[in-house]
């Protein structure tokens, strides 16, 4: 790292065994950053190639490396028997709704935790972050008991009100860091001129929180597919289920599709790997400004 | 409404943090929807569940408290495990993601390419590592099994093992897993935390002839402790209550030998259709969480008020 600062004053034989020093270290990163590499990207590796082979093959010893047999076989079942394309496009539905409104809430909230203070605004906050550490299989208990008591089992309307559960308090603290980065000069030079807070909140404001916007919203998306616990209590019918139980729901009591299963979770990942990758930078920003600070 | 000594404050703009008065009903505007979601979601429901805890046959009482915290042998047990997998995950996760970080922030070729390979397993739904795992871990047709025959761990007439089938590897297994899925949040907040040292510290300890280790040692481990402990915070809260990655490999199996709290609160909930227990545990579970989350937060605010 500090090399360059140092070989100006270095005789030429140090600067020799500094260089191969330098090579051979480079050498060890590398080797070390490609067998975890190989480790991390093994189990992708394998969610594909046994997608892709028949069930047969997933039964028989010696397990395969490459499929002898290659088959569509699996997302051809999973597709037209087992009706995956619903439980996507649920999964879709839910995770957009739930991200929309909680974008929504939390950019307009955020605002407000961001520039005004109030009374019990610290301890807003507090629960806000501590709401982080609620298990989710706590809460899915009385959420349980209330969607039977309010019809909203099975109801896209009851998972959206579940996942903003989790979801909401995390936009809305994205949201707040990053307005309180805005400087107040700008909302009081619109405000100067008679316009309302919510005027300067909308004209001038926000326009300039478009990144956070586009970072709540990933996470937000993110955090709502891939979500297990909630979709998994309430929903019992495959009206409304989404990608995370159907995936589970594949494994049998007795025996279990493996190929299917491996199939499954491909598709179910896919969506969020493309917004992955599409929208790091957004991500990555709106998680390491977001979750911690200092 | 008040324009003409708008105009004279003017010049003093710059030093004024707020010139003018904002009427009270504003910020109740703004944070209303907000706060009221909270309240709904989730301040009401942890009340009623709560409230639940205190529900048992013979009307209100603490009986579900005295047979979680003195009579349930399983929940104590459940409770090792949960401190267990929390544990040896955030242990794993710490090391890899900050081996990770640490070859990322410095030389690699294609550097941009391995970060986003790297992070991969954390996009991924809850569900998909615990299923993929169990496939790997497989007894009869696992991979793992496979490789281990074929390096000769095993021989030819050995009897693969049923690493999710005995109770001694099944919790093990699971945590492999954990480690696994979580190990690229570590690594991102850890790596943000490497690229904010000043680097001329570096600089300056190599010309007073700091080796790599000692420049490792005295600067980059102090350097990374604040957010070391806030990452350990978050990987500690995610891992003691998770779920999914344990029910879909084990579901608390073989005979509770991977049992953990949240697969305990399910169990009890929807199997036994004892919600009031289910709560309790669950009660007891968030108790739990609320020191690590208590520390979170305060280090948050802390450092967020500066």
Excluded at chain 1, 199 to 225: C, E
Excluded at chain 1, 265 to 287: N, R, Y
Excluded at chain 2, 94 to 123: D, E, H, K, N
Excluded at chain 2, 212 to 235: C, E, H, N, Q, Y
Aim: hydrophobic content about 55%.
């Amino acid at each position: 790292m500090a090399t360059s600062f140092e070989a100006p004053a270095l005789p030429e034989p140090r600067r020799l065994s500094q260089d191969s020093r330098e090579r051979f270290s480079l050498a060890l990163r590398v080797a070390i950053a490609l067998t975890l590499l190989i480790l991390t990207l093994f189990p992708m590796y394998w969610i594909i190639i046994s997608s892709l082979k028949t069930n047969l093959e997933t039964h028989s010893l010696p397990v395969t490396f490459v499929p002898k047999v290659w088959s569509l076989n699996a997302y051809r079942e999973i597709f037209e028997r087992r009706n995956f394309a619903h439980y996507l496009s649920n999964a879709m539905i839910v995770s957009l709704a739930t991200t929309f409104w909680g974008v929504a809430v939390a950019a307009w909230s955020g605002y407000g935790f961001a520039r005004f203070d109030f009374r019990f605004k610290a301890g807003v906050m507090a629960f806000v972050l501590i709401a982080q550490s609620f298990p989710r299989i706590l809460l899915v208990i009385p959420y349980f008991e209330m969607a039977n008591r309010l019809g909203l089992k099975d109801t896209y309307l009851g998972l959206i009100l579940a996942y903003s559960t989790f979801i909401q308090p995390l936009c809305l603290w994205i949201m707040k860091e990053y307005f309180e980065q805005i400087p107040r000069d700008l909302d009081e030079a619109a405000m100067v001129d008679g316009a309302s807070p919510y005027r300067a909140f909308w004209d001038i404001i926000l326009p300039l929180a478009r990144p956070a916007l586009g970072a709540t919203a990933i996470i937000g998306f993110l955090t709502a597919w891939n979500e297990y616990e909630f979709a998994l209590v309430l929903t019992s019918s495959e009206k409304v289920r989404t990608i995370s139980v159907a995936i589970a729901s594949l494994i049998g009591e007795f025996t279990t599709e493996w190929n299917q299963v491996m199939a499954a979770a491909a598709i179910g990942t896919v969506p969020v790997v493309i917004v992955f990758l599409f929208f790091q930078k957004q991500l990555m920003h709106g998680l390491t400004g977001g979750a911690v600070k200092g | 409404m008040v324009a003409t000594s708008q105009a004279d404050r003017l010049p003093q703009r710059a030093h004024a943090r707020r010139s003018r008065p904002v009427a009270r009903i504003h910020p109740f505007l703004f944070v209303a929807p907000s706060v009221l979601m909270l309240v709904l979601l989730l301040a009401l429901p942890i009340t009623q569940a709560l409230l639940r805890t205190f529900q048992t046959d013979a009307g209100w009482g603490v009986e579900n408290y005295v047979r979680a915290l003195r009579d349930d042998h399983l929940a104590r047990l459940a409770m090792r495990h949960t401190f267990t997998f929390a544990f040896f995950s955030v242990v794993g996760q710490y090391i890899l993601g900050f081996t990770v970080a640490l070859l990322l922030s410095g030389r690699l070729p294609f550097r941009p390419a391995f970060r986003v390979l790297f992070l991969l397993p954390w996009m991924f739904p809850a569900v998909v590592p615990g299923i993929t795992w169990r496939w790997i871990f497989d007894g009869l047709f696992g991979v793992l099994n496979e490789v281990l025959y074929r390096i000769g761990y095993y021989a030819e007439t050995d009897v693969p093992i049923a690493w999710l089938g005995q109770t001694s590897t099944a919790l093990a297994a699971t945590i492999v897993a954990n480690i696994w899925r979580g190990f690229p949040f570590m690594m991102v907040l850890l790596l943000a935390g490497l690229q904010s040292i000043n680097q001329e510290m570096y600089e300056a300890a190599a010309v007073d002839g700091a080796n790599a280790f000692r420049r490792f040692w005295d600067i980059t481990l102090p350097s990374m402790k604040g957010i070391s402990f806030v990452a350990v915070l978050l990987a500690w809260i995610g891992s003691f209550m998770n779920f999914a990655i344990v029910q879909v490999m084990t579901a608390g199996g073989p005979a509770n030998a991977s049992e953990v709290f949240a697969t305990l609160v399910y169990k009890n909930a929807f199997l036994y259709a004892d919600a009031s227990y289910a709560a309790t545990l669950g009660i007891l579970l968030l108790a739990l969480l609320m020191i690590p989350g208590g520390l979170y937060v305060r280090a948050t605010m802390r450092s967020t008020r500066g």
